[in-house]
């Protein structure tokens, strides 16, 4: 068995809680979870269930996908799941939002930095400091773990990705800001572009904390283009869609714009081009998001999916 390797303490995790140094497979931090190194690679982190405000909440949604749900998920590669989560934990996850929201603690993405259309030209120009993430949600928070780890969003993955699911919080795992006036377009992406597993079997995992609609900035999603393999050509040199090849029009004519109510999940494939329109409102929109994947499916030694820790999912 490998060594078990001092989390640093400036990893975000750490912040959770104290971390020690030991010579056992797990070293704990707070809000009872654990480090434990997965081979030689990275680690992962097994989490408890301890008593927790909203659990028996989100345990009234445990229900798993029905045989329609999951036949319209492997067709499409996205699925809408209205109220998933509990009124008062949306409600308490939105006030947390916005605290967190107007202290803008960094790791954040800036809108100028991603230079979307619609996005400022630098963080000097009008606009510029506007934060488009908080990344590391679950350090910021044990609400926002609570959540990712809870038996409503682990009941319908089992089917999608197997029994054992581990979250990544190399990727996603963050609170997404739209604010009006300096929010921009994504285009068609697919969230693999940049990510580095065995396989590209993720699903994520999104819940709206106030109404995305198509004001305030939806989500629109290409079906079935998680089952075709795209060759290089049909995409620009940052892995986004090209909208002038001739091999992507019909795909791009089949479009499904998605409007969110708060309490609403959307769960879609890794591999599902999909795309979100500006904030054309004058009210911010909120959601958060998490990705998941099967505990066999793992991150490419050396590659940033690899670089941080990983929670493995409770089976109960």
Same mark, same amino acid.
């Given at each position: 068995m490998?060594?078990v390797?001092?989390v @640093?303490?400036?990893?975000?995790a750490?912040? %959770?809680?104290t971390?020690?140094?030991? /010579?056992?497979? /797990?070293?704990?931090v #707070?809000v009872?979870?654990?480090f434990?190194?997965? !081979?030689?690679?990275?680690f992962?982190?097994?989490v408890s ?5 909203h ?5 009234q ?9 999951l036949e319209?998920f ?7 799941? &209205? &109220?998933?989560?509990p009124?008062?934990l949306?409600?308490?996850? #939105?006030?947390?939002t916005?605290e967190?929201?107007s202290? %803008?603690?960094p ?5 100028a930095?991603?230079?979307?259309? !619609?996005? @400022? ?6 606009g ?16 926002f ?9 682990? &009941?319908?993955?089992?089917?999608l990705l197997?029994d &054992?699911?581990v ?13 009006? /006036?300096?929010?921009?377009?994504t285009d068609w992406h ?5 990510w *580095?597993?065995e ?5 994520s995992?999104q ?38 090849h ?5 795909l ?6 998605t409007?969110?109510?708060a309490?609403d999940v ?12 500006? *904030? ?6 909120r $959601?958060?998001?998490?990705t ?5 499916n793992?991150?490419m030694?050396? $590659?940033? $999916? ?8 409770p089976?109960?």
């Amino acid at each position: 068995m490998s060594p078990v390797r001092e989390v @640093p303490t400036n990893h975000p995790a750490s912040r %959770a809680g104290t971390v020690r140094k030991k /010579t056992d497979v /797990t070293t704990t931090v #707070g809000v009872g979870i654990g480090f434990a190194l997965d !081979g030689a690679r990275h680690f992962r982190m097994p989490v408890s269930r301890p008593p927790r405000s909203h659990l028996h909440e989100i345990e009234q949604h445990m229900d798993a996908l029905t045989p329609g749900e999951l036949e319209f998920f492997q067709e499409n590669g996205f699925l809408v799941l &209205q &109220q998933l989560a509990p009124v008062a934990l949306v409600e308490r996850l #939105g006030l947390l939002t916005e605290e967190l929201a107007s202290i %803008a603690d960094p790791p954040v993405e800036y809108e100028a930095s991603v230079g979307y259309p !619609g996005a @400022p030209e630098s963080q000097a120009s009008p606009g510029g400091r506007t934060v488009r993430r908080l990344r590391h949600a679950v350090s910021r928070h044990p609400l926002f773990l609570e959540w990712a780890c809870s038996p409503a969003i682990a &009941q319908r993955l089992r089917p999608l990705l197997g029994d &054992q699911l581990v979250l990544p919080l190399a990727h996603h795992n963050c609170i997404m800001l739209k604010d009006p /006036t300096f929010s921009s377009d994504t285009d068609w992406h697919q969230d693999c572009r940049y990510w *580095n597993y065995e396989r590209t079997d993720l699903v994520s995992v999104q819940l709206a904390l106030n109404d995305l609609t198509a004001t305030t900035g939806s989500l629109h999603f290409l079906p079935g283009s998680h089952r075709i393999d795209f060759g290089p050509d049909r995409l620009d040199e940052e892995k986004f869609l090209r909208l002038d090849h001739p091999a992507n029009q019909e795909l791009l004519a089949s479009v499904v714009e998605t409007e969110l109510a708060a309490g609403d999940v959307v769960l879609f494939h890794a591999r599902t081009f999909h795309a979100a329109s500006r *904030n054309r409102s004058d009210q911010p929109r909120r $959601s958060v998001i998490f990705t998941y994947h099967c505990a066999d499916n793992r991150p490419m030694p050396g $590659s940033r $999916s690899a670089a941080s820790p990983e929670i493995i999912i409770p089976c109960d």
